[in-house]
């Protein structure tokens, strides 16, 4: 029985060997089929282990101790076995398979004792800490500043002690129908707006309007360039930024014309809208 049960343990039966394990003991052959398992797994376990040699005095326990557990059990094989000798005729017993039993029982407590001498012990507990969550910096971009309206730009303008502020008047020409106006200029900086009401409106396509400065230190017959613009329609008051194309040393008058789109480098003045001057 304990032959057919390693042999099942290790490396399985034939038909034949199970049917001869199936008509013996079925209590006593499932009660040493387990402890045989534990012992194999127990090889199995221990064969991932180190190499770590077992002490001899606890070898030697362990087989003594084995052999005195299991020697009533080896007992009763021997009797049992020689009784079915006595009725097969033969005397005695083969001295290899008895001595095979007590090593098997032996086998099995020194695979289990071997199996927990190379276990390793158990890590200690280590304790995990969660790092704090650190948000990342809130980064603000400043707001880009706004810049300043052509209103707000000729306030500042008029704020300043030396510049010089002339009325518009209204010519004859249409366009310039109840239209009012004013001119501030800043002869430090170069600076300067226009501030009209009533000024006709203009398609862009047809005409521009284009402003003028003379300057008394140049020929009257060509003023200083001072960029063209528009009127939108609904437009009522509008303030208009000067871009002088030259040095302007001494304004004596402001004028505003009407044009063609892009305006022109020398004016014939037919359309005259708006004129003022320094004296």
Known sequence: MIDLLVKQVTEGLSPDEQRALDVLDSEV???????????????????????????????????????????????????????????????ARSPTRQGTYGWFAAAACLVLAIFGW??????APVAVVTPPVVAPPVVVTPE????????EERAALLAKSDTLKIS?????????????????????????????????????AVHQYQIWIFDSGRDKRYPVDGGVFDVPA???????????????????????TVEKPGGVVVSGREHVVALGATG
Do not use: C, Y
Not at 172 to 199: C, E, N
């Open 29 to 91: 052959a499932s009660a040493w089929l387990r402890d045989f398992e534990r012992a194999a797994a127990a090889v199995t376990l221990a064969g991932t282990g180190g190499e770590q040699a077992l002490p001899a005095d606890l070898a030697a326990r362990i087989a003594r101790q084995a052999a005195e557990h299991f020697a009533p059990a080896a007992a009763t094989v021997v009797s049992l076995d020689a009784a079915r000798s006595d009725r097969s005729g033969s005397s």
């Open 118 to 123: 190379w276990r390793s012990p158990s890590p």
């Open 144 to 151: 880009k500043p706004v810049p300043p309206t052509a209103a």
């Open 168 to 204: 518009l008047g209204a010519t004859k020409d249409p366009a310039a129908a109840g239209m009012s106006g004013d001119v501030v200029w800043d002869p430090a900086t170069q600076r300067g707006f226009l501030h009209f009401t009533g000024l006709a409106v203009n398609d862009p």
């Open 234 to 256: 609904n437009a009522g008051e509008i303030v208009i930024p000067i871009r002088a194309s030259l040095m302007v040393r001494k304004p004596a008058a402001f004028a505003v």
